[in-house]
């Protein structure tokens, strides 16, 4: 067990929640791996163990998955039981969640610093915030979630009518890079529906949502109805995603990975939502409003170390304005405060673990081998702690890996575009495997609104990036996923639709 003292300046709550005994949750107790076997967290700021939690295996995630069926199909959340909880409940119960997170806002944030590395004063205005905002906006929905009646023209007298039913057992997996975000993103909905869960949490970032267990425990949700594991992918996730019991399973992570899924899913042909990788381009046309320009540009790629999905790594600027541009982004990088998270002056933490640190910095090479030039950040060595310098390499080409391939890092990939032809300039941006985002930066209402037709992604950002809300669908086209999360949207792929016909 990690024995390393904490930092100083995290609240007593938090250091004793990390160093203590973690367990997950499972059919409403908090329980071991049945293995007894564990596995260590990281502080990314030092590199040191910081906790140990379970390293759940395919028996913890079938104990996990049976309780989760059971409360499904017998349980006081099963649509058809005496006792049951009533939609107006369920939603009772999502606030109520929401109510105990923003009483213990700090710590969760703390926590998420701690585990994710992410600066402590983003983690409590954006992270925290996002998912209690979440849980509110799913909450609504909960008695909001309705069919249609239908003027049938068959032959005779019939009334017709559609219900929306909860699909089941649904198997979420979740990634690293905002923790407690994607645990929201993913309960939120489908409780709303009336689902029951079984959550793995990524094995570098497990602490925000092991307490958020607790909370979800205090706020009184029947047994089973949330079981939250921790584990690695193969040996927890992959289970998970084949399990025959599981009726749909929602990922988010690599596209890799989600291929994965998508093949572990075919036994019982599950339904499979996936929300995956990103090479988003952000877009400066020569009459936008520079200034914006350049601190959101700088933004997209920066917010949260580059580790975001929709992160604008790939920017094309027009060629009359692509100098200035570079070099007021370079500026800002070379600004950027980088340290531990709990710091309040730090503006940018350490990446999550040793991994991704040796994969981005990987590509750093990668992109300067091939021929780019770094006019901020590069490869720097940090005695300890996973540091990476925000970069920006200029003179990078299409063919380019670093310019194909997601880095998930504070890492911007220039180009100058010298078309005056909105398609072409479309094409260049749409020339991706993937298309989760872009944004476009003009001042012209025409071109911006052009460009957001022709763009192939699900989100188009106009003089803004990372825009997000819990009322707008987010996700991908092409191989950045398949269905939507958030939004009114999101339900449709945690509900099943049913037609019911009666002769009168
Ligand atoms: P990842 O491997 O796709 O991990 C995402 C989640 O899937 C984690 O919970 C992971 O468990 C789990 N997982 C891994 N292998 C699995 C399998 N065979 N079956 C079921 N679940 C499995 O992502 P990563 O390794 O953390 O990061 C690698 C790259 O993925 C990043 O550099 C980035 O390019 C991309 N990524 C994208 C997003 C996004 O939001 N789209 C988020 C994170 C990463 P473990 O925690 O044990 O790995
Ligand atoms: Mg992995």
């Avoid at 600027?317 to 710091?343: C, N, T």
Wanted: hydrophobic share 40%; aromatic share 8%.
């Amino acid at each position: 067990m990690a024995t390393v003292a904490l930092d100083p300046r995290l609240d007593s709550k938090t250091s004793q929640f990390i160093s203590g005994k973690h367990r997950m949750l499972i059919d409403g107790k908090f329980v071991a791996a049945a293995s007894g076997k564990t596995l260590p967290v990281y502080n990314p700021s030092t590199g040191e163990v910081m906790a140990d939690v379970p390293e759940a295996e395919a028996g913890d995630v079938d104990r996990a998955v049976r309780a989760a069926r059971r409360a499904f199909d017998e349980g006081p959340w099963s649509q058809f039981a005496a006792n049951r909880i009533t939609a107006s409940q369920r939603g009772r119960l999502l606030n109520k969640l929401a109510d105990l997170m923003e009483t213990h806002l700090e710590e969760l944030a703390e926590l998420e610093s701690m585990d994710n590395g992410k600066p402590l004063s983003v983690a409590r205005v954006a992270d925290v915030p996002l998912a209690i905002d979440l849980f509110r906006y799913m909450a609504g929905w909960a008695t909001k979630i309705t069919g249609n009646t239908f003027p049938i023209s068959f032959p005779g007298d019939f009334l017709s009518y559609t219900l929306r039913e909860p699909i089941g057992v649904v198997g979420q997996i979740i990634p690293w890079n905002f923790p407690l975000l994607m645990a929201a993103w993913k309960l939120g909905p489908a409780l709303a529906a009336g689902n029951t869960v079984v959550l793995k949490l990524a094995e570098q970032t497990p602490l925000s949502g092991l307490r958020l267990a607790e909370l979800i425990q205090e706020a009184g949700f029947p047994e089973g109805v949330v079981n939250i594991l921790t584990g690695y992918g193969e040996g927890a996730g992959a289970p998970l995603a084949s399990h025959d019991l599981v009726d749909k399973v929602a990922f988010t992570g690599s596209t890799e990975v989600g291929k994965l899924i998508v093949k572990a899913a075919t036994g019982n042909l599950k339904k499979v939502t996936l929300e995956l990788g990103g090479k988003s381009p952000a877009i400066v046309f020569p009459d936008a409003d520079l200034d914006k320009a350049i601190a959101g540009t700088a933004s997209a790629i920066f917010f949260n170390h580059g580790q975001c999905c929709c992160a604008g790594s790939r920017l094309m600027v027009h060629e009359r304005v692509y100098d200035q541009v570079v070099e007021g982004v370079s500026k800002i990088a070379d600004s950027i405060r980088v340290g531990s998270g709990l710091d309040p002056e730090t503006q940018m933490g350490p990446l999550v673990s040793e991994e991704q640190y040796n994969r981005v910095t990987g590509y750093i090479d990668s992109g300067l081998q091939e021929g780019a030039k770094a006019t901020a950040g590069g490869r720097q060595k940090a005695d300890k702690g996973y540091f990476v310098h925000p970069t920006v390499l200029t003179r990078t080409t299409p063919e380019m890996k670093v310019v194909r391939e997601e880095i998930f890092g504070p890492v911007v990939c220039a180009q100058p575009f010298s078309d005056a032809d909105i398609d072409r300039i479309a094409r260049e941006a749409n020339d991706s495997i993937y298309g989760l985002a872009a944004s476009v930066w003009t001042q012209n209402i025409s071109i911006a609104n052009k460009m957001a037709r022709r763009i192939r992604s699900g989100t188009v950002w106009i003089n803004c990036h990372n825009v997000f809300d819990a009322a707008l669908p987010f996700g991908g086209y092409k191989q950045s996923g398949w269905g939507r999360e958030m939004g009114a949207e999101v339900l449709n792929n945690y509900t099943e639709v049913k037609a019911v016909t009666t002769a009168l």
